[in-house]
């Protein structure tokens, strides 16, 4: 879900369930698009790891890695999604 609010995109499809399945377990995992701040995509990039030793050990050190992202990456992001601009502030 995360990769999905930080694209737009699910980072798997299939034209089914099986294939979306398959592709879960063998296709490579995607790269998040570029407008996504650093840190943001280091986190998703990481929750999304096949390996569990490489995942977050629980959803609160998730929560944490979330938090640590400065607001301001997140505006940046939020303004990418939705065609914002916050010039006049």
């Known amino acids: 879900m995360l990769f999905e609010m930080a694209s737009g995109e ?4 299939g034209e089914d369930v099986l ?10 995992m995607p790269e998040l698009p ?3 701040p650093r840190r943001v ?9 096949r390996a569990p030793d490489d995942r977050y050990a629980s959803a609160g050190a998730l929560r944490d890695a979330l938090a640590a992202v400065r607001p301001r990456a997140w505006r940046d992001l939020f303004d990418s999604i939705f065609g914002r601009t916050h010039d006049s502030e």
């Open 10 to 13: 699910r980072p798997f499809a």
């Open 41 to 49: 995509r280091a986190v998703v990039q990481k929750s999304l790891s």
């Open 34 to 36: 570029r407008r996504v």
């Open 19 to 28: 294939s979306t399945a398959v592709a879960v377990l063998s296709a490579p």
